[in-house]
């Protein structure tokens, strides 16, 4: 069971949650900002004492400093000898201890001989020390840690003769030390030298020398420190150390000697209990006041919360429609208009009685407009026939009753042929109109026990009841066909139409609707492959042709990404004197499984798809980038043949992106012929003129491919401007076997070149072919006899081969000469 929360409820704890992380943000900061003032105190602690250090350093090498030369001037006033000088050491030397602490003593004379100190004792590094002082004539210092920490001091020192005796001094760190505890104010100081980390925390071992008192309270609060700790660490913050009550600070200086550090000890007691105590008084108070600002809240937001709760209460009224009862149910709203400051529940809830108010007029439109929208869900409103939701339905029932009583579910799925054509020539008001009457037609052609529906556009679905057998269903498809043989009128103007009919038929009651209605769509398909006016009955072998075509164009794509395509370039020559004039572009598909895969098996399975524009535009563009490379090695007078399907040919693109394409490749117009078909051309006249015009304009030459297997038409050539006619094959193969296959090929040729236009030959196979239409006066050919299509990758060998002073060599020639005109070579 859900718990319901009220939204004042919610506004309060965001408030409240609000209010909770101000004050916890505020006490935080202010927390964290006097733990920082302690991080401050010990940096501050930190550079003092590394001042005093640094200046309690000097200030005693200086003392040494002073004393060895005064020692060395004083009392004489000629420079000692080395003896002098050993004999005045010796009576100092219980002096010097006395007043510098000085442990030990050693005296180089002028040859940096040893001559008074114990050797044992001396450090490595002294007689380094003694030489540098020597050759700089000046004073060196240096620190030493070891057992225990020394500083070393040499000082040159003039005896006779101008020569150089050196000096060396040590003395332990006990007076700095002692120093630094007196102005550091630290609880205990010592010396001591990183060794790495133990088991259980940092390692440092303490090599001043201390009391033994001293020594065990140091070793203590070392063994206390946490095991986190590290040097950088006690640097930077230092470390804090519970023993007994107190609390310690436990902080490193740094030496000059590496690993080496000045501990110090400093008691905290009091500023850690004053910190705690303002801590302590920063959390009482930000409780306290949190509490007194939630009391306060709650307070204010009661009064408010009562009114919501009760506006809530009576919302449901107005989903249950009870108007009247949600109006009088306010004890508020019959005071607010009376406030002298209405608030914004008030408000509210006037706003709601005014809802009230809208909702109950708005009901009685709903109910009137709800018997309207369900016919309109279930009917098309252009024709009033049932829409695709009712149709799916009703074919889903109907499935079930006919399987049931041992009958056919029988659907025919119809498609208006060539129905775009009038929407685009007439308008969509005038294609509306046909499609009424298109409707009304269909519906007499039926049963009056079948259903008619429209699914949208110029597709129609008709359920048949009652079949027993498919020759039933068949009859009715006739039918429907013939009701278009008439032409319909529309506003006077008579429109032919007719309809292609894909037709499926189940007697198994687990088959769905929209698996029948998508066998009926592929066999609708099928039906308008045969140019329009008939229906086909779906089988199997269909759907297997679907899927192949929709495997087809999938591996399609793949093989347009990864350049299994490529281009294969046939010569088209001149008859008269075998000149290269140029090569048709023909598409190849190497497929890296299947091979080669024919022209002829993949181009019609990919017409009519969106896939097949964009390989159109591919073989335009590669087609355009090898006449680049053709003019780029001298062959600048050839031209390319490229093929452009009835898609391209529509498409309003075209034009632009040709014209793009020349000025990249830098290529003339005149050099692209564009081949397309007679279908693509007399499909629309009216709009194949204006493309053709619109390509000349350009510089373009456009030419009819495989003339005469369309329309068979020749009158239509007067009035289509193009550059070229390609007679196709299939008369070129018949024409010396089949004479009415040679009077086409000879009437073609005299026409096309009586209005001024260039004949190309296709398919030419034969010396015998060549002679033949040499004697016609056909002006170029292409086929086998003079060249396969060459692979792009072997075009330039054979045209080194094959070319030469711009003619095709290796034609067998043998009948080209019998005809009237004599070949030049």
């Not at 005045?88 to 050693?106: F, G, P, R, T, Y």
């Not at 693509?680 to 709009?687: F, G, R």
């Not at 096309?752 to 002679?771: D, F, K, M, N």
Request: hydrophobic letters at 45%; proline letters at 3%; glycine letters at 4%.
């Amino acid at each position: 069971m859900k718990v319901k929360v009220s939204v004042t409820t919610k506004l309060l704890s965001i408030v409240v949650a609000m209010m909770l992380t101000v004050t916890v943000a505020i006490a935080v900061m202010l927390i964290a900002q006097s733990q920082s003032n302690i991080e401050q105190q010990h940096k501050d602690f930190q550079l003092k004492n590394q001042r005093q250090m640094a200046w309690m350093d000097e200030l005693f090498t200086v003392r040494l400093l002073v004393w060895v030369e005064t020692f060395s001037r004083w009392g004489h006033t000629e420079t000692l000898s080395e003896q002098e000088l050993l004999n005045a050491l010796k009576e100092s030397e219980d002096a010097l201890n006395v007043s510098l602490q000085i442990s030990d003593m050693w005296l180089f004379n002028a040859d940096g001989k040893l001559i008074t100190g114990n050797r044992e004792k001396m450090p490595v590094f002294i007689p380094e020390m003694e030489q540098h002082t020597r050759d700089q004539i000046r004073p060196q210092n240096r620190f030493d840690c070891r057992e225990m920490c020394y500083r070393y001091v040499t000082a040159p020192i003039m005896i006779e003769d101008q020569q150089i005796a050196v000096l060396v001094l040590s003395s332990s760190f006990g007076e700095l030390l002692a120093a630094l505890s007196q102005f550091s104010s630290a609880y205990k100081i010592a010396i001591v030298r990183y060794e790495g980390y133990s088991a259980d925390n940092i390692d440092l071992k303490i090599v001043s020398q201390l009391s033994n008192q001293n020594q065990q309270i140091v070793n203590t609060v070392l063994a206390a420190t946490p095991s986190d700790a590290t040097t950088e660490g006690m640097v930077e913050r230092g470390v804090l150390v519970k023993q007994d009550k107190k609390r310690l600070l436990v902080s490193l200086l740094p030496m000059s000697e590496q690993h080496y550090y000045i501990l110090f000890i400093r008691d905290i007691t009091a500023v850690v209990e004053s910190v705690n105590a303002y801590q302590n008084m920063v959390i009482g108070t930000a409780i306290t006041l949190f509490f007194l600002f939630t009391v306060l809240l709650l307070l204010l937001i009661h009064q408010y919360k009562t009114k919501l709760l009760q506006l809530v209460e009576r919302l449901p009224l107005l989903a249950e429609h009870r108007y009247q009862e949600f109006s009088h149910g306010s004890s508020f709203r019959r005071q607010w208009k009376d406030k002298l400051f209405p608030d914004e529940l008030d408000l509210l809830e006037e706003t709601a009685h005014n809802l009230a108010e809208r909702l109950e007029e708005q009901d009685s439109k709903i109910a009137a407009s709800n018997a309207q929208l369900e016919n309109m869900a279930m009917f098309d409103g252009l024709t009033g026939l049932p829409n695709r939701t009712m149709m799916t339905f009703q074919i889903e029932k109907h499935i079930v009753n006919a399987t049931r009583d041992q009958g056919l579910a029988a659907v025919l799925f119809l498609d208006l042929d060539d129905f775009k054509k009038v929407n685009d020539s007439h308008g969509h008001d005038v294609g509306d109109k046909l499609i009424h009457a298109a409707s009304e037609r269909i519906a007499n052609a039926v049963g009056e026990q079948d259903l008619v529906g429209r699914f949208g556009g110029d597709e129609f679905v008709i359920l048949l009841s009652r079949v027993r057998d498919k020759s039933e269903v068949e009859a009715v498809a006739k039918s429907v066909i013939n009701v278009f043989s008439r032409p319909i009128q529309v506003d006077s103007l008579p429109f032919y139409v007719s309809t292609s009919i894909g037709v499926a038929i189940t007697n198994q009651p687990e088959t769905t609707a929209m698996e029948l209605l998508r066998h009926a769509d592929i066999a609708m398909y099928e039906a308008k492959a045969l140019k329009g006016a008939s229906f086909k009955l779906y089988d199997a072998s269909m759907n297997i042709k679907v899927m192949r075509k929709v495997e087809l164009e999938r591996e399609a794509r793949v093989a347009l990404r990864e350049n299994q395509f490529s281009l294969a370039l046939q010569p088209q020559i001149s008859i008269d004197t075998f000149r290269l004039e140029g090569f048709e572009a023909l598409i190849r598909w190497y497929h890296p499984v299947k091979g080669y895969i024919s022209p002829g098996e993949f181009i019609p399975m990919l017409e009519n798809t969106p896939f097949m524009l964009e390989l159109d535009y591919w073989v335009l563009t590669r087609s355009l980038r090898i006449l680049n490379e053709l003019n780029i090695s001298g062959y600048s007078e050839l031209k390319m043949a490229i093929n452009i399907s009835a898609a391209q040919f529509s498409d309003i693109t075209l034009p632009n992106f040709l014209a793009q394409q020349l000025a990249l490749y830098e290529l003339a117009p005149d050099k692209v012929e564009l081949e397309l078909t007679e279908t693509a051309l007399v499909s629309d006249m009216d709009s194949a003129i204006d493309v053709c015009k619109a390509l000349q304009d350009m510089g373009c030459l456009v030419a009819i491919d495989d003339f005469g297997t369309g329309y068979s038409s020749l009158s239509y050539l007067k009035s289509l401007p193009v550059d070229y006619v390609k007679i196709d094959q299939s008369f070129i193969s018949g024409m010396l076997d089949n004479p009415e296959d040679a009077n086409i090929v000879e009437s073609t040729i005299a026409l096309v070149r009586s209005l001024g236009r260039t004949v190309i030959a296709e398919g030419v196979e034969t010396p015998e072919q060549l002679g033949k239409l040499g004697e016609f006066y056909c002006h170029q050919a292409q086929g086998y006899l003079i060249s396969p299509p060459i692979p792009e990758a072997q075009l330039w060998e054979r045209l080194e081969k094959n070319v030469k002073d711009g003619c095709w060599q290796n034609v067998d020639k043998r009948n080209a000469g019998s005809s009237q005109h004599q070949f030049e070579f």
